[in-house]
């Protein structure tokens, strides 16, 4: 069987689920939210990653379906457990090209109670090459619903300043590529300030990715970050293993 038909029947039998990573506040560490990560445990094939399975939805509109799915499955978890602050769902290109992200995120909304200021959309750089003037009207409308706009994967990809001020996001979340060689050196550090000087000139809320170290989390809580993710933190787990306990800062 093909991967894309064996993703189409997971859905169906409940193989796929949600883990959540941890974000926090820099200056205080408070715990403001959690992103959510898919996951399939497929019974022949095991556990499959997002790598793997995700392009292939993308090849098609399963992944339409598929991101309607997470985002009534996030909406839900998310209302039931106030704790978890404001919860990020990663979102495909072809979603927004397809027109069905608006009524997707009314629907998953509308149907947990999850207040519209709880939800955050994380929308990648590939996203960039296709859009047009409706794709940014329709990310302005749901920014003004109260919906955060993340642009993800922040320095990983094609140069994408044009782009930040084109469609309207409120928040940008650093590649962990740009946080893995730090403290590193003058060079690593001047980027740093550079990007921090632009989003915070264009009122984004700057988030850090992949921070392992406390070295890491120091220097960009100094350098004036907003909010960091990352192994330091903790790493994507199930919900219920999100307790208010086990958070950080809570
Ligand atoms: O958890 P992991 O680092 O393996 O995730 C790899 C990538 O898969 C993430 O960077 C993310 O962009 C993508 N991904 C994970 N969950 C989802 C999802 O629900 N929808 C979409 N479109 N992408 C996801
Ligand atoms: O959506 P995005 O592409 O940003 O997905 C984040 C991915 O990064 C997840 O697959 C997650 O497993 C991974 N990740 C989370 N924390 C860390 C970290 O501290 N270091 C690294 N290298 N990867 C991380
Ligand atoms: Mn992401
Ligand atoms: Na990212």
């Known amino acids: 069987r093909r991967l894309a038909a064996d ?7 409940g193989e796929l689920t949600l883990h959540y990573q941890p974000r926090v506040r820099l200056r205080d560490g408070e715990t403001t939210g959690a992103e959510a990560l898919l996951r399939w445990h497929h019974a022949r094939r095991g556990s499959v990653p997002p790598a793997a399975f995700i392009p292939v939805a ?9 991101g309607g799915w997470v985002l009534r499955q996030v909406a839900t978890a998310a209302a039931a457990r106030p704790w978890l602050g404001r919860v990020s769902v990663n979102v495909s290109a072809r979603q927004i090209l397809s027109r069905a992200l608006p009524g997707q995120v009314e629907a998953a909304l509308a149907e947990s109670g999850l207040p519209a200021e709880r939800l955050e959309l994380e ?3 590939t996203l ?19 919906i955060a706009i993340a642009l993800d994967d922040f320095g990983s990809g094609y140069a994408s300043i044009g782009r930040l001020r ?3 996001f409120t928040t940008l979340k650093l590649d962990h590529s740009l946080i893995a060689y730090l403290p590193g050196q003058a060079a690593d550090l001047a980027v740093l300030r550079a990007v921090r000087d632009l989003g915070h000139a264009l009122g984004l809320r700057l988030v850090a990715e992949g921070v ?4 890491q ?3 960009l809580a100094g350098l004036g970050f907003d909010e960091a993710q990352g192994y330091l933190f903790g790493g994507p787990v199930p919900v219920d293993a999100l ?4 958070l950080p800062g809570l």
């Open 212 to 215: 392992e170290r406390p070295e």
């Open 123 to 125: 929308l990648t750089e």
């Open 217 to 219: 989390r120091d220097l």
């Open 166 to 168: 084109r469609l309207p």
């Open 58 to 66: 993308e090849g098609s509109d399963l992944i339409v379906a598929l």
């Open 7 to 13: 993703l189409r029947t997971a859905l169906v039998r």
């Open 128 to 146: 960039a090459l296709q859009e047009g003037p409706e794709v940014a009207a329709m990310l302005a409308r749901l920014r003004d619903r109260g």
């Open 243 to 246: 307790v208010p306990d086990a």
